[in-house]
């Protein structure tokens, strides 16, 4: 049997089983959520056949993550990892800036990752002097 060719990444078929798998869902669950036979998920997973965009969309929603995620090739995303909608908007708007930009805006985050962990450690020790 030949496989079909789809647009989707070549690293699809493992996106979907770490996302099920991630999620603790069987096939028959995804299968279910999606409305797909729960073969066909394996099929997906094995990369025997290429779900249709509609599906891709409807995979995407159901684990949030973008569609970008599961057409481009690439193992971890950390698009997938951000459940705040408006951060990970904010995240795509910054990473079509320059190069420079990105640079100065890495620079400003991690300023303020750090001024919050010594925050952290000072409201920690005036706990300590409360108690």
């Known amino acids: 049997m ?25 096939q ?4 279910q959520k999606i409305g797909a036979d729960p073969n066909r998920i394996s099929r997906y997973e094995r990369g025997v056949i290429w779900p249709t965009l509609e599906l891709v969309v409807k995979i995407a929603e159901i684990f949030e993550v973008t569609t ?11 698009v997938n990892k951000i459940s705040n909608q408006e951060l990970l908007k904010r995240i795509e ?13 890495i620079a400003v985050l991690d300023a303020f990752i ?12 005036k706990l300590g002097d409360i108690n």
């Open 2 to 26: 030949v496989k079909e060719q789809s647009i989707l990444s070549k690293d699809f078929p493992e996106k979907l089983r770490n996302l099920r798998q991630g999620r603790r869902w069987s």
């Open 28 to 31: 028959a669950q995804l299968a």
């Open 68 to 78: 970008d995620y599961l057409i481009r090739d690439g193992k971890e995303l950390a």
């Open 93 to 105: 708007a910054l990473n079509s800036l320059p190069e420079e930009d990105q640079t100065t805006v």
């Open 114 to 125: 750090k001024k919050c962990g010594f925050e952290k450690v000072a409201f920690r020790d």
